[in-house]
């Protein structure tokens, strides 16, 4: 089966062919460096990296440009009110991003471009709008888009521009000449940054940024455009407005976007006081768990973040990390079964990583009943699954250090281990009570034993 990938811009499934054979150039928008990220970011991080990931393991050279907005009007107004500059708000905010998507596995992309390294590139593209007549410069001093020229504008999330206008509320700027129009270059304010131009001292807007960047980084028309839920109407709409009238080519041509994550079954937002930062989600739970939540369920799927989710996500990640605990350690070698074909399967349907995970649970299954038989059949297994997982970026670590987790609270390694110790003399001794207080005891510490004929390990519950 070839690779089947859901194109918002037909709203279906479709054969993906790269433009040019074997190479995928593929471009997502990134984040604004105001803030530390918050779990939506980390649903698009883990998503895109997914399918990365698995592009690669099909062999494609994958070129992957996640942007980042480090000039803004929320960087300004947060730069102010923390009396620091922009620069140093947004390097910080930076670092801190590359810290929580390394501590999620999320790879880096290809290319990391910045607003504030490519001015040249969006002043020239704002040029070449203003002189193709799709620009013009307001008596405000700002530059603004003339969305009515452009012919398929409202293409991507099938609006038309006159429906839109019959119900909208739009907020009144007599600098327009359309309600709709987009502002591509801000004249400067007192105190802000700016940058010179030919019409003056001034910023880029949001929408043209991106459409300069992607022209740098991957050329006029490429392959795969993505991004969040929120970002189809009016970001992307008004991406392909801008370049395809600048450089007269399509701009994009499949068009992914992953799905929205709610909270407990409500819309995550500040105001809901339901909405949380990746370092405050990683300070209560394991980090690959958080991965493993955000990649069971299908990249385009609405995901319900709560407590009994990431429960169950830490339940199923303990199975596979059971399995394949005291398997040898052994290469894989020629294995005769449908497990690679079959993941593969689900992969190419639009990256099905739920169908995908399924199938690496039937592999536990037949590790378990070959284990039975021979621990060297069962390594090898354990070695496909672990090959398998990576491509989603998951089971990667050591199942002890795994499973035992970090001793930050409660008793240290060496004390449960002393415990285990205490209660195999109990057991030894014939003292069942005493072994059976040990067992409890530890279980209230957050400890589960296993007991097995080859002896007792332990893991965090």
């Known amino acids: 089966m070839s690779l089947q990938i859901y194109n918002t811009l037909t709203r279906q499934k479709e054969t993906f062919q790269p433009i040019e054979p074997g190479k995928i150039r593929m471009y997502v928008c990134g984040m604004t460096v105001y803030d530390y990220c918050h779990l939506g970011h980390a649903r698009v991080m883990v998503a895109f990296d997914v399918i990365t990931r698995y592009m690669r393991s099909a062999g494609y050279d994958v070129d992957y440009v996640r942007n980042i907005t480090d000039v803004d009007d929320k960087i300004i107004n947060r730069a102010n009110e923390n009396n620091e500059s922009c620069d140093d708000l947004t390097e910080r905010f930076i670092t801190a991003m590359h810290e929580d998507e390394a501590r999620l596995w999320v790879l880096p992309p290809s290319q990391q471009p910045r607003v504030t390294t490519h001015m040249d590139k969006i002043i020239e593209m704002v040029e070449t709008l203003i002189a193709k007549d799709f620009a013009y410069v307001a008596d405000n001093g700002d530059i603004y888009y003339r969305v009515s020229k452009f012919e398929n504008y409202g293409h991507l999330t099938n609006r038309k521009l006159d429906e839109m206008q019959a119900g909208a509320r739009v907020e009144v700027n007599d600098s327009k000449e359309h309600p709709f129009d987009f502002v591509l270059w801000k004249a400067a304010k007192e105190g802000e940054v700016s940058w010179p131009s030919p019409w003056g001292a001034g910023r880029p807007g949001w929408h043209i940024e991106c459409s300069a960047m992607t022209k740098c980084c991957l050329g006029e028309t490429f392959d795969i455009h993505g991004g969040g839920p929120d970002l189809p109407f009016p970001h992307h709409e008004n991406e392909i407005a801008q370049s395809e009238a600048a450089n007269g080519k399509k701009y994009v041509n499949t068009w992914m976007h992953a799905g929205a994550v709610r909270v407990n079954k409500e819309k995550m937002s500040k105001s809901l006081g339901n909405f949380f930062t990746i370092r405050e989600i990683l300070e209560k739970y394991d980090a690959e768990v958080v991965r493993y939540f955000l990649t069971a369920g299908h990249y385009r799927s609405q995901i319900d973040y709560s407590e009994a989710s990431l429960k169950e996500a830490k339940g199923a990640l303990d199975r596979f990390y059971h399995a394949?605990?005291?398997?040898?350690?052994?290469?894989?070698?020629?294995?005769?079964?449908?497990?690679?074909?079959?993941?593969?399967?689900?992969?190419?349907?639009?990256?099905?990583?739920?169908?995908?995970?399924?199938?690496?649970?039937?592999?536990?299954?037949?590790?378990?009943?070959?284990?039975?038989?021979?621990?060297?059949?069962?390594?090898?297994?354990?070695?496909?699954?672990?090959?398998?997982?990576?491509?989603?970026?998951?089971?990667?670590?050591?199942?002890?250090?795994?499973?035992?987790?970090?001793?930050?609270?409660?008793?240290?390694?060496?004390?449960?281990?002393?415990?285990?110790?205490?209660?195999?003399?109990?057991?030894?001794?014939?003292?069942?009570?005493?072994?059976?207080?040990?067992?409890?005891?530890?279980?209230?510490?957050?400890?589960?034993?296993?007991?097995?004929?080859?002896?007792?390990?332990w893991r965090m519950g």
């Open 324 to 457: 394949l605990r005291g398997l040898p350690d052994v290469e894989e070698g020629d294995l005769e079964n449908d497990f690679d074909a079959r993941f593969q399967a689900a992969m190419n349907d639009d990256f099905n990583t739920a169908g995908a995970i399924s199938i690496l649970f039937e592999l536990v299954r037949e590790m378990n009943r070959v284990a039975k038989e021979s621990q060297q059949e069962a390594g090898r297994l354990a070695s496909q699954l672990k090959r398998m997982a990576g491509v989603l970026g998951l089971l990667q670590q050591d199942p002890e250090s795994y499973l035992q987790g970090e001793q930050t609270d409660g008793l240290a390694a060496e004390q449960i281990e002393a415990l285990i110790d205490k209660r195999a003399a109990a057991k030894k001794a014939r003292d069942f009570a005493e072994a059976d207080r040990i067992r409890d005891e530890l279980k209230e510490q957050g400890v589960i034993l296993d007991d097995s004929r080859e002896g007792t390990t």
